[in-house]
Structure formats: C-alpha cells, structure tokens
C-alpha cells in the first residue's frame, strides 16, 4: 500500500506499561499513528497486542506511561468526556461481538439509541442503519441473528456498528483470523475501503501476511512489551533481525 | 503448617470477595443515581423473568398447598382441630414457605440465568463492546437485571401463594368436604397486613441478592466457557444460602419489631 504524506499525530502511546501480577506485559511501548495511516502490528501470541488495544481505550487501566488520542490524554479524562472520546475509537473485536440476542439491525441501533447524541427518528436511525450495512455488503442480513451468521459475515456486521459512530481510529483486532482466504482477502480489501470512506486512522493486529499487504502503511513488531522494530512491509520483509525477519517467512 | 495456612487463604479469599460484592454494589447504586434506570430494558427484563418463571411457580405453589393440607389434615384432625386448617396453611405459605420457595425457584431458573447470561458476554467481549460504543455496561445490563428481579420476586410470590391457598382448598374440600366460602373465610381470617408487610420487604432483598450474585458471578467471570458454567453453578448456590441467610435476619428483626 503506498504510504501516506506526512500528516497529523491522531494517537501517540508512550513509555505504556502494565503488567499482571509478576507478568509484565508491556514494558515501555511507544508508538505514534498519523491521519490516514494503517499500522499494522505484529508479535507472538501473550506479547500484549491486545492489551495495549483495551490500554488505548481504558478497558484496561495501564500501570504507567501516557496515551494521547486526538490531542486528549484520555487516561486523564472521567465519565462523559472519556465516553465521548471513547465513541471516536472504533474497536473492532476478533470475533465481532455483537450481543446475541438482538437482530442485526438492533445491534447496529443499539450504540445510536443508547448513547447521548443528537435524537433520532426511526427513519434516520433506518438510513443509517442501511448505509453503515451498505458498506460491508451485508444490508441483505439486516434482519438476521447474528447466529445465522457465518464468521466473515459476523467481523462484517461488528465492523458496520463501529463504523456506524463515524470513528477517527479504528482498531482491529485480527480481523482476518479463522477466516478463508477469499473471506480474509475481501476483509482486508473492506478495511481499506472504510479508510477512504470514513477518512479513519487505524491499528491492525494480524498475522495474515495478505491482509498485511493490502492494508498496511507501516508495520510494528512488538517484542517483550516493547515495538522492537518498525518500518514498511517491505523493509521489514528484509530486516536484519531474524526475529523480525521471522514473521515473514 | 500447610492446614494454617489453608485457613488463612480462605479467609483471604473470603474477605476479598466481600470487598469486592461491596463494591460492586457501590457501583451499581452510583450508576443508578447518575445515569438512572433505561426503563425500556427494565421492562424486557421484568417480562422474561416472569415468563420463564411462572409455569414452574404455578405448578409448585400449587402442589405446595395440596401436600402441605394432605400432610397436615391428620394431625390436626387428632386434635379435632380441622376448622384451624386453612388458617395455618396459608398462614405459613404466606410467611414463611411461599417466600422461600419461590426465591429459591428464582435463583435455580433466573439467578443461574443471569450468571451464564453476562458471562458468556464477557467471554465474548460483548460487554467491552458495550463500553467503548459508550454505553455504561453496568447501568444498561446489571441494574436492570438486579431491580427487575427485586421487583418481580415479590409478585411472584403473592402469585404463587395465590395458587397453593387454591391448591390447599382443593386438598381440604376433598378431604374434610369443607366449602370454598368457608375456607376462604377460616384463610383469610388469620392473615393480617402485619403479615404480609415482612414478606414483601423480605422478597424484595431476595430478589436483590439473586440479581446481585448472578450479575456478579456473570460480570466477573473467568474467560473461556468454563468461566460461564462456573458463574451459572456459583449463582445458584451463592444465591440460595444469601436467601436462608436473609430469611433469618428478616425473621429476628420482626420478631424485634413486633
């Protein structure tokens, strides 16, 4: 993917810290995303990719350091202002968590009815709903329980409920992982897609070599809670570290 | 050595968990006070609550009634004392048994509901989901769950009184021939307002500790489908020994204020 002009600071983590117990997950991290730039970042399983997602949106509380998102620290914000900073952070979970005992439309609703914003008619709530499914190729399930749905179909409607706040950043949890090739390629091709559309900003965690060349700008390897290395695909792809060079093989 | 410290563990262990419940309840009254109650949702969970549970409170109030004037019709009869018969039945359906059966009914059917429900949406990151599209987890999922079943436990227990005092009087009028103005009269001659005041307020706190412990097992659960039978299985356990517990406070302060 061709790399961005330099732009805007929209999410910087730094010197971010947070262990469990006598288990440091991360030890320091730093990292920076800039308007319109797809990071994705790589590292083996219980190296803390997840968990500097849920740091980056306070579902975990770190032991040190600072995130700073659109200008806001947000470890320093409480209640509404850390909830409406919240809404601007799409998160995009592994297997879409959507609540299983709504309809597909209800799920998308949901974040619309239930959070402060301006009040909305059922018809608009219907436009948004149907523009948001529109984008995902999925406005045929609108409908459905999300048990009626396959795995591809499942991250698809989990990314038109994040989509449907109109976030800045996205995050990504492996997008592509359990899926088939086909399904995996047309994911990554969608993220791209929601990029150009909605302007986002976004971190990807993946290990789908794929989805890494279609959809990312930089990659960041994390190693031992810290980013050991940092580049794009293809200077990463001839890395001196076999540890880096690892991934790619 | 090992013993000794067994013991300490436990009591560690113990004291955490109350500090912890004690929290949570923290965080459920000052969510209710700052964001209030989506009634909507209250609605939905008073209905399922219901739903599930009336089928299973008919039958057993029913039969509650039945076996209880079939067991105790002999004895009295011995004594001569048959015209006391409804008066007692439904005196201790309504004080005592009705209240513990039902809530216990309520813990196996809603509390392990309730438990395996949030669970299985912290296994699934349902509820981190919740949270960062900006809905409060605790105010749309918890605190409906726990006020609806306060709210609900006590109709349903006047619900199923109901039904055993109907069951008593078939039970009695096939045995002793009695009519069911008679038996109405004897029933409802013993009970006072005194009576069922204690009841309500007492179901009312069965209610909330069934919804408490499961929504706490639920939204604490360990990750993995583990973590959810294990939070269905500790609800109901947890649950029904909180009602004998309550039961027992409730009835020692009534004893004090009457």
Known sequence: MDQPSINNIVLEVSGLKKSFGDFHILSGANLELREKENIVILGHSGTGKSVLFKCIVRLIEPDAGDINVLGENILALKDEKLTELRIKIGYVFQGGALYDSMSVRDNLEFPLKHTKGPGRSQAELNELVEEALSNVGLIKSIDKMPSELSGGMMKRIGLARTLIQKPNILLYDEPTTGLDPVTSGEISELILKVQEDYNTSSLIISHDIKCIEITANQVRVLKEGKFEAGGTLDEMKHHEDPFVNSFFK | ?258
């Open chain 2, 1 to 258: 050595m090992a013993g000794r410290t067994g013991i300490k563990d436990t009591i560690s262990d113990f004291l955490i968990g109350v500090g912890d419940i004690g929290s949570f309840i923290s965080t459920i009254f000052y969510n209710f006070l700052k964001h209030g109650i989506n009634i909507q949702e209250l609605s939905k969970q008073c209905y399922r609550i219901g739903n599930k549970t009336l089928p299973l409170i008919s039958i057993t109030g029913f039969i509650l009634g039945l076996v209880l004037t079939l067991q105790s019709g002999p004895t009295l009869a011995k004594f001569g004392a048959e015209s006391m018969l409804p008066g007692m039945v439904s005196l201790s359906i309504i004080r005592e048994i009705g209240p513990v059966i039902v809530a216990l009914i309520v813990a196996g059917k809603v509390g392990s509901g309730i438990g395996a429900e949030l669970a299985s949406m912290r296994v699934t990151e349902q509820l981190d989901a919740m949270e960062v599209s900006g809905t409060n987890p605790i105010s749309f999922v918890v605190t409906t769950r726990v006020i609806g079943v306060s709210i609900m436990l006590p109709l349903l227990v006047l619900y199923a009184d109901a039904f055993s005092i109907l069951g008593s009087y078939i039970s009695a009028s096939a045995a002793y021939n009695i009519s069911l103005e008679a038996f109405m009269h004897k029933a409802f001659d013993v009970i006072h307002y005194a009576d069922l005041i204690p009841t309500i307020i007492k179901t009312f706190f069965f209610g909330f500790a069934i919804g408490l412990i499961g929504a706490y097992k639920g939204y604490y659960a360990k990750r993995g489908t583990e973590g959810v039978g294990e939070a269905a299985n500790s609800a109901v356990v947890l649950s029904s020994i909180s009602i004998f517990i309550i039961d027992l406070i409730a009835v020692q302060v009534s004893h004090i204020i009457s």
